[in-house]
């Protein structure tokens, strides 16, 4: 299984995470929900900078998907109409975080949209392309920069203004473990590539 680390910056540039953890130095110990989700408070309390947020999220990230194999079956059927499904795994009141499992259907492409916080996406099966822009002015105009393809096992981190949209590739769906941070719901866009507007959510 892959496990490469990726990081998408602001302007849609991708790079291997240097210092990435691989799946033989994480611990085999148990690694509960409740856990990750006070080592996340944790991480988020002492840092500010989303690069650095980042940084010390892969790793927690990768030992709960690595420990916790009930992770991999806990999906929701995709919607045949829209062709994904979204399953939140944790939610509270005053606790900013999503924590979700995502699926999509085969050949199901996203629309070209912003989070407006940093996000941990976590590929569980199939194969997804994600496809990276970034804004050329201030007028919501937009270019692609590059694409990647990600599978079993790799992780991609997004800055909050990352521009991407996401295609399942081949015959099955795709499953992923997906973590964002609190969502500045001003700054968040959707995007026509064609037309180069944006609009908010």
Known sequence: MASRD??????????????????AELSTSPYR??????DLE?????????RRRLQAIY????????????????YLEPDPETGWSVLMLYDEPDFPLTVQTVVWLPSKVSP?????????????????????????????????VGELI???G???G???????????????????????????YEQRFEFDAVNCTAKNF
């Open 6 to 23: 990726w990081l998408v910056t602001n302007d849609g540039q991708y790079e291997v995470w240097e210092g990435s953890v691989s799946d």
């Open 33 to 38: 929900l409740y856990r990750f989700l006070t």
């Open 42 to 50: 944790d991480i988020l309390l002492n840092s500010t900078d989303n």
């Open 59 to 74: 790793p927690i990230v990768r030992r709960l998907l690595n420990s916790s194999e009930w992770l991999q079956g806990e």
């Open 112 to 144: 070209l949209h912003n989070h407006a916080t940093w996000g941990v996406v976590a590929l569980i099966s199939g194969q997804e392309k994600n496809t990276f822009w970034r804004r050329t002015d201030n007028n919501g105009r937009i270019e692609q």
């Open 150 to 152: 990600l599978n079993p």
């Open 154 to 156: 790799e992780i991609i």
């Open 158 to 184: 997004l800055m909050p203004d990352a521009i991407h949209s996401v295609e399942a590739l081949g015959d099955e769906p795709t499953v992923s473990f997906n973590l964002y941070g609190e969502t500045n």
